[in-house]
């Protein structure tokens, strides 16, 4: 399989979840073997922070933050998701603001803008990171492995105390570009009600609201439409997880397995994971050199 990037650019508007203000994003092609590169063009001289492991900020409190050269960029997880499910591996993303715009709190923003804008196959192959051994992170009664699997697949759980969310779970669930749009994409963040005076304190989730999450009270969903699924909750841990693993530039090969997960839990994983292709202790599929004929379109996953 070739690496993707976008046919042209296409621009969008919206509000940081966590910082409020509003921002302006412009996805534009990029050349294979670029990966995604963020640019802050909002500050004097603007800065290119590359969707990588090493970007990372330590930051993983309800969303990714990534981070180079003193400046850093929120919320980067959607995007990202819908730039992995799609296949879609070059990207130049610029960004007016601290926080990618959060849209209706799920990836389906992304992924029509991608879509829109055409994707466009590129002549160097795309680089796959086969899981040949086990794997596994705990943090206390939470974990994640992955192991060795044909194609990639991912189980998830999650356990909260509320009524409309309990234990959900999705189980060997094999991703494909169709499933990801069709099932994970349309998942939106939640959050609780209970939890937005201390989140406005600690300067998150300024922009939240009905109109881009999921909000639940003590025993009810508050949205006045409801769920798009009924395990919508654990849907979108996978979109995260999705858009988390992006960070390594490459597809994996294996089956990742998830309990009561999140953002720094799946980050742990990309740094183990990122670290073991260094030592070579994770076979990686050799990058096929570029080949000089004419590229094509294609839509994926039709």
């Given at each position: 399989m070739n690496q993707h990037t976008i046919a042209e650019k296409i621009s969008c508007t919206g509000v940081g979840l966590h910082t409020g203000k509003p921002v302006q994003l412009t996805l534009h092609p990029a050349r294979a073997g670029t990966g995604i590169v963020f640019v802050?063009?909002?500050?004097?001289?603007?800065?290119?922070?590359?969707?990588?492991?090493?970007?990372?900020?330590?930051?993983?409190?309800l969303a990714t933050t990534?981070?180079?050269?003193?400046?850093?960029?929120?919320?980067?997880?959607?995007?990202?998701?819908?730039?992995?499910?799609?296949?879609?591996?070059n990207l130049?993303?610029?960004?007016?603001?601290?926080?990618?715009?959060?849209?209706?709190?799920s990836a389906a923003s992304f992924?029509?803008?991608?879509?829109?804008?055409?994707l466009y196959e590129q002549n160097a192959r795309r680089q796959t990171m086969r899981i040949t051994r086990p794997i596994e992170i705990r943090d206390g009664q939470r974990r994640?492995?992955?192991?060795?699997?044909?194609?990639?697949?991912?189980?998830?759980q999650i356990d909260f105390?509320?009524?409309?969310?309990?234990r959900q779970s999705l189980r060997d669930v094999v991703l494909s570009h169709d499933s990801f749009e069709r099932e994970i994409a349309r998942a939106r963040t939640f959050g609780f009600v209970a939890e937005v005076d201390a989140l406005w304190r600690a300067g998150r989730a300024r922009g939240a609201c009905l109109d881009n999450t999921v909000v639940l009270d003590g025993s009810r969903v508050l949205n006045r439409d409801g769920l798009?699924?009924?395990?919508?909750?654990?849907?979108?841990?996978?979109?995260?997880?999705?858009?988390?693993?992006?960070l390594l530039g490459v597809r994996v090969e294996g089956h990742v397995k998830v309990e009561r997960g999140g953002h720094a839990l799946h980050q742990k994983l990309v740094e183990k994971l990122a670290a073991e292709r260094l030592s070579r202790r994770v076979e990686q599929l050799v990058r096929v050199p570029e080949i000089e004929h004419a590229p094509r379109l294609a839509l994926l996953g039709r």
């Open positions: 802050r063009t909002d500050l004097p001289v603007p800065v290119e922070i590359p969707a990588t492991p090493e970007s990372l900020t330590g930051r993983a409190h990534l981070g180079r050269d003193g400046a850093t960029l929120d919320t980067v997880e959607h995007l990202l998701a819908a730039a992995y499910g799609l296949g879609v591996d130049r993303v610029e960004v007016d603001g601290p926080e990618v715009p959060g849209m209706d709190g992924v029509f803008l991608l879509r829109a804008a055409g994640v492995r992955i192991e060795p699997a044909r194609g990639f697949r991912v189980s998830y105390d509320h009524p409309c969310i309990g798009r699924f009924p395990d919508e909750f654990v849907r979108h841990k996978v979109l995260d997880l999705l858009g988390d693993l992006a």
